[in-house]
Nanobody
Framework: QVQLVESGGGLVQPGGSLRLSCAAS????????MAWYRQTPGKQRAWVGRITASGNTLYDDSVRGRFSISRDNAKNTVYLRLNNLKPEDTAKYYC?????????WGQGTQVTVSS
């Protein structure tokens, strides 16, 4: 069973940047399209973007041009770079593979954008 561990969140001012990491155990990582999601209290988890095994990316309209996803298959890690952060980006961020069945969710990493 793959385990996912997200890290890198924190408190940042509007306009600031963060880089989130998601480390995956197991050998399946490299062949999977990986996705980032975010969730705020009382709302469903929302898709942020994805990166294929070969590195092609796609983003939700709300983050396109500000967020970027990358991966290091040798480290079984996917990254989410968040630039020009806005208060509405405040959420807990998660990663998972895009395909079903998805792996067990990690604990997520909290991003809070506030002045």
């Amino acid at each position: 069973q793959v385990q996912l561990v997200e890290s890198g969140g924190g408190l940042v001012q509007p306009g600031g940047s963060l880089r989130l990491s998601c480390a995956a155990s197991g050998s399946d990582f490299g062949s999977n399209t990986m996705a980032w999601y975010r969730q705020t209290p009382g709302k469903q988890r929302a898709w942020v973007g994805r990166i294929t095994a070969s590195g092609n990316t796609l983003y939700d309209d709300s983050v396109r041009g500000r967020f970027s996803i990358s991966r290091d298959n040798a480290k079984n890690t996917v990254y989410l770079r968040l630039n020009n952060l806005k208060p509405e980006d405040t959420a807990k961020y998660y990663c998972n593979r895009l395909s079903w069945p998805q792996w067990a969710w990690g604990q997520g990493t909290q991003v809070t954008v506030s002045s």
